[in-house]
C-alpha cells in the first residue's frame, strides 16, 4: 500500500494496526472470516470506479461491457453454488437483501413470523426498532425451553394462529441445524411465503453440510461474508416467478449503483466456493466447532443446546458465575476475540448478556484443526477461570501471538509476509 502510505498516513495506519490485530489475535466471531488475495484483489479493483444502474445487458450508464461480465460471473456461479432459479447479486449487505424480499412480496402492514433475535434471530427478522418490525407486523417463534432447539410445533400453532404473509426461517445465533423442509411444510399448509436467511451457515450450506433450503423456499436471502468466505456483502435468491420483483425491489426500490469491485468479489468467492477444497473447509469448521464445544464442556461450561451441529458455539457464562461482557472483555485482553450474546431466555440485558458466542470459520480459514482447537480451548478456560487476573492474560497473549505466526492469514500473501 505504498500509495497509500505517501498520501494518507493516518488511515495508512490505522490499516496496517488492525492487519497486524487480525494476525497476532484468535478471530473467534462467529459471523466473521479471512477472504482469499483474490476477493481482496478484486474488491480493491478499479471496478469501484463504475456506475451500473441496472442489469446486465440493461444498464442506465455506458462502458458496462466488462462489469456486465462479472456480474454474469457471478450470478451464474451463485446458481450454481445453491441451485436457485434467480440471483441477484446487488444487495450491499444482508439486511439490504432481507429488505429487498420484504419490498418484493409484502405490502406494509402484512404480518410476518419470524424467529426472535433474543433466542437467536436477527434483527431484520422483525425487531421492533428494526425497519422489518416497525412496518411488518411480526410473532416471534423461539426455541423449546428444555432442548434449546427450533420449536418447530410452535411455528406450526403460531403459522395456522396468524397464517402469516410470510415465514422467515434463520438464524444468527443457532447451533443446531435448522429443518427447513419442516417450515416449508407448513408455510405452504396456511399460504404463507416461506423466506429463508442463511446468512451464517452459507458457507456450510455450499459445502453440503447443512440441508440447503433453496429448493423448498421462494427466497433465500445471505451475505458473502461469513462461513461463505466472501467480500462483505449479500445476494437474494428466489423462484423464477418471483425474479422481476426481486430485481426491482434491489434496483430502483432500495439501491442505486450496484458496488461493482464487490461483486468481482462475490464472484471469486462462489468461484472458490465450487471447488472441492471448499467442502474440505466446511467439514472442518465443523469438526473443530465439535472439538470447541467439547472441551470446553468438559472444563464445566454450559453450551446452550448441549453442543453444536454447525460452526457456532453460544456459552451460558452464568455457569462459571461470569457475564458476557465480563468474558468478551477478559478474552480481548488475552488476544481472543468473542462477542458477548444473549442465550435463549436471557434474564440480562442485550449489552450486558449471559452468553458468549464464538465461531470458528476464520481460525479454520488460518489452516487451525482440531488439535489447535484444542489448545485454544485450553486459554480460553486459563483466561475465563481467572477473568480479573491481568498478568495472566497478557503471559497468555505473548504465547497466542507466538502460536498465530504458524498459522498465517491470507493478507500474508498480498504484504509479502512470509514470503
Ligand atoms: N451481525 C451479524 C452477526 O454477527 O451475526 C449478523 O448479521
Known amino acids: 500500500m505504498d500509495f497509500l502510505k505517501d498520501s494518507d ?16 489475535e484468535l478471530e473467534l466471531i462467529a459471523s466473521e472470516n479471512y477472504t482469499s488475495p483474490a476477493v481482496m484483489e478484486a474488491v480493491g479493483s478499479v471496478l469501484t470506479n463504475k456506475y451500473a444502474e441496472g442489469l446486465p445487458g440493461r444498464r442506465y450508464y455506458g462502458g458496462c461491457t466488462h462489469v456486465d461480465t462479472v456480474e454474469r460471473l457471478a450470478i451464474e456461479r451463485a446458481k450454481q453454488l445453491f441451485g436457485a432459479d434467480h440471483v441477484n447479486v446487488q444487495p450491499h449487505a444482508g439486511a439490504t437483501a432481507n429488505q429487498a424480499v420484504y419490498y418484493a412480496a409484502l405490502e406494509i402492514g402484512d404480518k410476518v413470523l419470524g424467529m426472535d433475535l433474543a433466542q437467536g434471530g436477527h434483527l431484520t427478522h422483525g425487531m421492533k426498532l428494526n425497519f422489518s418490525g416497525r412496518w411488518y407486523p411480526t410473532i416471534s417463534y423461539g426455541l423449546d425451553p428444555k432442548t434449546e432447539r427450533i420449536d418447530y410445533d410452535g411455528i406450526v400453532r403460531l403459522a395456522r394462529e396468524h ?29 404463507s411465503i416461506f423466506m429463508v436467511d442463511m446468512a451464517h451457515i452459507a458457507g456450510l450450506v455450499a459445502g ?9 423456499a421462494d427466497f433465500v436471502t445471505t451475505t458473502t461474508h461469513k462461513t461463505l468466505r466472501g467480500p462483505r456483502g449479500g445476494i437474494a435468491m428466489c423462484r423464477a416467478d418471483w425474479a422481476k420483483k426481486l430485481d426491482s425491489a434491489v434496483f430502483p426500490g ?35 466447532a465439535k472439538v470447541l464445544a467439547e472441551e470446553l464442556m468438559s472444563a464445566g461450561f454450559r453450551l446452550v443446546s448441549g453442543g453444536t451441529d454447525n460452526h457456532l458455539i453460544l456459552i451460558d457464562m452464568t455457569s462459571k458465575g461470569l457475564t458476557g ?51 485454544v480451548a485450553s486459554w480460553i478456560v486459563r483466561i475465563l477461570d481467572a477473568a480479573d487476573d491481568k498478568v495472566l492474560a497478557e503471559r497468555t497473549r505473548l504465547e497466542i501471538v507466538e502460536f498465530a505466526r504458524y498459522y498465517p492469514v491470507p493478507a500474508d500473501a498480498l504484504s509479502g509476509i512470509g514470503s
Open 208 to 216: 453440503g453440510h447443512h440441508p440447503n433450503p433453496v429448493p423448498v
Open 9 to 24: 498516513p493516518s488511515v495508512f495506519e490505522a490499516i496496517c494496526l488492525e492487519e497486524e490485530r487480525q494476525r497476532d
Open 325 to 375: 461482557k465480563i468474558a468478551e472483555v477478559a478474552l480481548g485482553r488475552a488476544g481472543i476475540t468473542v462477542n458477548k450474546n444473549l442465550i435463549p431466555f436471557d434474564t440480562r440485558k442485550p449489552l450486558d448478556p449471559s452468553g458468549i458466542r464464538m465461531g470458528t470459520a476464520a481460525l479454520t480459514t488460518r489452516g487451525l484443526r482440531e488439535d489447535a482447537f484444542k489448545q
Open 254 to 288: 432500495l439501491q442505486g449503483g450496484p458496488l461493482m469491485h464487490v461483486i468481482a468479489g462475490k464472484a471469486v468467492c462462489f468461484g472458490e466456493a465450487l471447488r472441492p477444497d471448499f467442502k474440505a473447509y466446511g467439514a472442518q469448521v465443523i469438526a473443530n
Open 163 to 191: 397464517k402469516p404473509k410470510l415465514i422467515l426461517a434463520g438464524a444468527s445465533a443457532h447451533p443446531r441445524i435448522i429443518d427447513f423442509a419442516r417450515i416449508a411444510e407448513v408455510a405452504r399448509e396456511v399460504g
